[in-house]
């Protein structure tokens, strides 16, 4: 049978419920079914985890992205509203790309978070020194106007829409949040953002003096380095699912 696929306005909880429902019959094993529904939720965006925005570049000198990564008190495509003050200022990780940080992959910068009007405005340093930051950064860089980004929350206080925002296919209303990171991702459910500054320092690498290529790794080394990957991930996994849970 097809495997369950969450609704356009569907909410985590009542996804979950549903997905169980329908595949209890063929995986009678909860942890199971439990992982297929998580794995199906996760690839609609992380709806109930994230939000994502739209990228475009203009500008370049130093291995910052200062972007517009949310708009305040509108329906994003997830059917919330975010009001002025759910941000405030904050502390923030750079995921690597997709949320992949939360399933063991490393960080790929830092950076804050601040309101300004009607805007959240992230300020990101990539971590330039490692090929993984630049790579990322090259990335968000050459896809312009094509990249998108999502930020990774836990909600601290919400209300119920009203009457006229439901009418308008609000579900929820966000009043207080806790970013724990931003990501570049494939495809976003943000409004109006953009990235406002990106910028890669240029003249350092005109001057700079070229580094010795890495050694390719082992055979053994190759083995050790994707088992240790594939415990990170299951251990990101299980995380990922006891936070979930515990929201419910």
């Known amino acids: 049978m097809p495997?369950?696929?969450?609704?356009t306005d569907e909410a985590h909880s009542d996804f979950l419920s549903r997905c169980h429902s329908a595949l209890s019959d063929e995986f009678e094993d909860h942890d199971q079914r439990n992982a297929i529904c998580e794995q199906q939720w996760r690839g609609k965006s992380m709806k109930a985890e994230t939000k994502s925005v739209a990228v475009e570049v203009k500008q370049a000198d130093e291995g910052v992205v200062v972007a517009k990564f949310a708009s305040l008190g509108v329906r994003d495509l997830d059917g919330d509203v975010t009001e002025p003050g759910a941000f405030g200022e904050q502390d923030v990780r750079v995921s690597a790309y997709d949320h992949a940080s939360w399933m063991g992959a490393l960080?790929?910068?830092?950076?804050?978070?601040?309101e300004k009007g009607d805007a959240a405005i992230a300020t990101l340093n990539f971590f330039m020194s490692s090929t993984h930051g630049r790579d990322h950064f090259e990335t968000v860089k050459?896809?312009?106007s094509l990249g998108e980004w999502s930020y990774g929350f836990d909600i601290l206080e919400k209300a119920e829409p009203t009457d006229e925002q439901r009418e308008l296919g609000v579900v929820r209303?966000?009043?207080?949040?806790?970013v724990h990171e931003v990501s570049?991702?494939?495809r976003g459910a943000g409004v109006g953002t953009e990235t406002l500054a990106v910028k890669s320092n240029e003249k350092d690498k005109d001057t700079a003096t070229p580094s010795e290529p890495d050694p390719e790794p082992t055979e053994a080394e190759q083995k050790e380095s994707a088992l240790q990957q594939e415990v990170i991930a299951e251990i990101g996994k299980y995380e990922l699912?006891?936070?979930e849970f515990a929201d419910l």
């Open 184 to 186: 570049p991702v494939f």
């Open 241 to 243: 699912l006891r936070r």
């Open 142 to 144: 050459g896809l312009g």
């Open 173 to 178: 209303v966000l009043k207080k949040l806790k």
């Open 3 to 7: 495997l369950p696929e969450p609704n």
């Open 107 to 114: 960080p790929v910068g830092t950076g804050t978070i601040e």
